[in-house]
Nanobody, 120 residues
């Protein structure tokens, strides 16, 4: 089965950096879009960044200029480089992928999430 495995979460001081990684594994045919969502306590889940198979990216306004999303197609891996972190970036970050596998047609997949905490 397809699985998204995340890593890189943790606690960092304001102004610091973290790099999140998410690797998709399984019998994957094509990955169209990968990205990251986040949900802070008491708030709804929001889109952070997306990157499609051609490298086109989309960012939430709140992270533009600070976060960079990238992918390694050979490794089926998406990254989120987070710089100049702010306390308001504190949230559970979840990896997302829209892909086609050898066993099914296009579907959405989600990771289990990784906590990012930014202290003052």
């Amino acid at each position: 089965q397809v699985q998204l495995v995340e890593s890189g979460g943790g606690t960092v001081q304001a102004g610091g950096s973290l790099r999140l990684s998410c690797a998709a594994s399984g019998k994957i045919f094509i990955i169209n879009t990968m990205g990251w969502y986040r949900q802070a306590p008491g708030k709804e889940r929001e889109l952070v960044a997306l990157i499609n198979s051609g490298g086109t990216t989309n960012y939430a306004d709140s992270v533009k200029g600070r976060f960079t999303i990238s992918r390694d197609n050979a490794k089926n891996t998406v990254y989120l480089q987070m710089n100049s972190l702010k306390p308001e970036d504190t949230a559970a970050y979840t990896c997302y992928a829209h892909l086609s596998s050898y066993l099914s047609r296009w579907r959405d997949y989600w990771g289990q999430g990784t906590q990012v905490t930014v202290s003052s």
